[in-house]
């Protein structure tokens, strides 16, 4: 059994998808919660509503603007006196062809690299010395199947982040476990989400599920339930590892 009584965790993007199903297991398993989102405040209140309103508090910054990263802990570390764990959740994407004009290609380059690589980047910077003075905790980044296998033509950005965050995931695991700073990648495949559907008919939805042997795609519950359990004192060797949900799709 999962038991997060006493722990606060920070979740980015927390109000719909997987930032959602990971906000609903950690308060399941006890946790208090500081719920990021972006712009979708009444799915934030209605989550805050839905779990234990006492103990999750919501935190509105656009991790695509300048200096969100900072706000964001600036908020957090106001809301509640310490954090046991980050979770880097947030992230977009956004296509970009190699037949774009150079200004639309730098431009989507810089935008999903702002908010799925720079902000959580910052956002472990700005975490570390927090945790070393607090006996320790944890870093969760979320990032994705492509950072393996690669994306489609148009997804350079978005694989190539996510890649990035893998890597600095590892990185500090390496650098800060003497501080027992934590730090997990779990990288999901295509994952039953709003996000997941986006541009995309029936007939390209049939050919993500014929390309998973489960023949079905992830459900954020699952992901949910994993990043609840990596917030837990219970998997400290597991630092540096990097989980993969995506139903055999891609087997490393």
């Not at 508090?57 to 509640?80: I, K, P, S």
């Not at 990648?185 to 295509?190: E, L, S």
Request: proline share 4%; with cysteine; aromatic share 6%.
């Amino acid at each position: 059994m999962i038991d997060l009584k006493g722990k606060t965790v920070l979740v980015t993007g927390g109000s719909r998808g997987i930032g959602e199903a990971i906000v609903r297991a950690v308060a399941a398993a006890g946790g208090d919660v500081l719920l990021h989102y972006s712009k979708s405040r009444a799915a934030a209140e209605a989550i805050q509503a839905a779990i234990r309103p006492a103990t999750c508090h919501l935190l509105q910054v656009d991790l695509g603007e300048a200096d969100a990263a900072a706000a964001l802990w600036r908020a957090a570390t106001a809301a509640a006196r310490r954090i046991d764990v980050v979770v880097n959740n947030a992230g977009i994407f956004e296509p970009v062809s190699v037949e774009a004009t150079s200004e639309a290609w730098s431009s989507a380059w810089e935008r999903v690299l702002r908010v799925n690589l720079h902000a959580p980047a910052e956002l472990c910077k700005l975490a570390i010395p927090h945790f070393r003075g607090h006996g320790g905790g944890k870093i969760i980044n979320i990032a994705s199947r492509a950072a393996h296998r690669g994306d489609a033509p148009d997804q350079w950005p978005y694989a190539a982040s996510k890649g990035a965050l893998v890597a600095l995931t590892k990185t500090i695991a390496r650098g800060f476990a003497k501080d027992n700073v934590l730090a997990f990648a779990i990288a999901p495949g295509f994952t039953d989400t709003d996000m997941a559907y986006t541009g995309l008919d029936e007939d390209g939805i049939k050919r993500i599920i014929a390309d998973i042997p489960l023949g079905s795609m992830a459900s954020p519950a699952e992901c949910g339930a994993l990043a609840a359990f990596l917030c837990s004192d219970q998997v400290r060797h597991l630092t540096g590892a990097t989980f993969d949900i995506n139903g055999a799709s891609y087997v490393r």
